[in-house]
């Protein structure tokens, strides 16, 4: 009877081994919060989506091609989401502590780039700093940073 529970806890109910996240994995979360960025504020403006566009190019190294694919795959994974955790539970297993502190400024360089910080584009910083466990003192000095620009 004991080896019954214990192969169905073992089976069913421990927990499983992780799954390698790939490079790939980690782009398309980030570009879907960058694109969720974009959209708190409910008025997309180009200049948001080409800070988007230049910045996935630079920081995950993608050509022109993949920049747009990657944004497009983002864009759906976006809309099919129902919360953020599926997009930091995923940045949290692969980036590291400064990797994850990039995001944040890139949050926040989305948020700026129309030149008005909306309250919804904040606590959308904050709640994403909050998942990938930012220090408050970080967050707050991500974004002193941006907003000295």
Same mark, same amino acid.
């Given at each position: ?22 490079? =790939? ?17 409910? =008025? ?22 993949? =920049? ?42 989305? =948020? ?38």
């Amino acid at each position: 009877m004991l080896n019954q529970i214990k192969s169905f806890f073992d089976q069913h109910i421990a927990p499983r081994e992780s799954v390698q996240v790939t490079d =790939a994995d980690l782009h398309l979360a980030c570009a879907a919060l960058l694109i969720e960025m974009m959209h708190m504020d409910d =008025a997309v403006r180009p200049e948001e989506n080409a800070v988007i566009l230049c910045r996935i190019k630079e920081h995950f190294e993608l050509s022109d091609d993949a =920049a747009n694919t990657l944004m497009v795959l983002a864009a759906a994974q976006r809309t099919q989401a129902t919360d953020y955790y599926q997009f930091t539970s995923l940045i949290n297993r692969g980036f590291s502590y400064t990797q994850k502190i990039t995001l944040i400024q890139l949050l926040w360089e989305v =948020a700026f780039s129309d030149g008005e910080l909306d309250i919804y584009e904040e606590h959308l910083v904050r709640k994403i700093a909050d998942l990938l466990h930012i220090s408050h003192m970080d967050f707050i000095k991500t974004k002193h940073q941006e907003d000295s620009r």
